[in-house]
């Protein structure tokens, strides 16, 4: 009988090793983890409120065109239709909000044109497409193709 309980003592000792562990690991945790974790699901959910609370940036193009019309008309028949205003001007709520406060940016063209229109094999096929090197070298993109209603030719 006493020499099964000297026996165990070797099932004890890492008992305790493991006990401790565990105690330990959940102090750190409770240590380490957000507050707001697990609120709502498995992120931090005060992340919801700090998001919401960053300036908005991007206006959106409905309210461009309320004082831009012939530039959304222009574009709004044109190959660019679905290429909204900020896509190429930048972020430009504070323009919209106050429009003396600050310029959208107004792109030379050729830099922005190539970002989305250079040859790459890994863009759908139907989308127009140019190897810039080879079309047209040497110009900018803007002194043929009219930025907001491009055309070929
Ligand atoms: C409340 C009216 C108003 C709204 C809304 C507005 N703009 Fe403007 N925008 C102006 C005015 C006025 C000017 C001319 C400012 C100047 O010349 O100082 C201007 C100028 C510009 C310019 C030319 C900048 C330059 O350097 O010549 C661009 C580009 C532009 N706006 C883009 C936008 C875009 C994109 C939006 C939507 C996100 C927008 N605007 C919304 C009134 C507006
Ligand atoms: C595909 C990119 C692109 C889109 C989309 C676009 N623009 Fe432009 N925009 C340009 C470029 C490039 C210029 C400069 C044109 C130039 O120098 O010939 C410009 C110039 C302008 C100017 C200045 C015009 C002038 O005569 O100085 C205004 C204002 C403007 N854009 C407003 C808008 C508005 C409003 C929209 C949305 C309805 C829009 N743009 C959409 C690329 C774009
Ligand atoms: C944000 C992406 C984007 C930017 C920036 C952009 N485009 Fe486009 N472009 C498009 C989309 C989308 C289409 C329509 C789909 C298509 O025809 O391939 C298009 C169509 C075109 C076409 C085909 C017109 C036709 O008749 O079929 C030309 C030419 C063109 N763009 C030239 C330009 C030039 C020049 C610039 C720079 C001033 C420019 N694009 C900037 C997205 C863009
Ligand atoms: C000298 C005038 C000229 C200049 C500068 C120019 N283009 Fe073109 N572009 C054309 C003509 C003409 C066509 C139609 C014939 C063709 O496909 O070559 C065309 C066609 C295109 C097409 C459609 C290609 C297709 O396969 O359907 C795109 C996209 C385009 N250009 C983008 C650009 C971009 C981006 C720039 C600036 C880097 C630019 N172009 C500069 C005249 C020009």
Redesign the pocket.
């Given at each position: 009988m006493q020499g099964r309980w000297k026996d165990s003592i070797h099932l004890i000792r890492p008992a305790a090793v493991f006990l401790a562990g565990l105690l330990l690991f959940l102090v750190v945790r409770a240590y380490i983890v957000p507050p707001t974790f697990g609120q709502y699901g498995h992120y931090r959910g005060a992340v919801l409120d700090e998001v919401r609370a960053r300036p908005v940036k991007?206006?959106?193009?409905e309210?461009?065109a309320?004082?831009?019309v012939e530039e959304t008309e222009v574009k709004g028949k044109g190959k660019h239709a679905t290429v909204a205003?900020?896509a190429c001007?930048g972020p430009?709520?504070r323009?919209?909000d106050d429009?003396?406060s600050m310029?959208?940016?107004?792109p030379e063209g050729t830099a922005l044109c190539a970002g989305c229109h250079e040859m790459d094999t890994a863009k759908p096929k139907w989308f127009r497409q140019v190897n810039t090197k080879e079309h047209m070298p040497g110009m900018k993109c803007t002194e043929c193709h009219a930025a907001h209603s491009p055309a070929l030719h």
């Open positions: 991007y206006a959106g193009q309210t461009c309320g004082c831009h205003c900020e001007h430009a709520a323009h919209a429009p003396g310029r959208p940016m107004k």
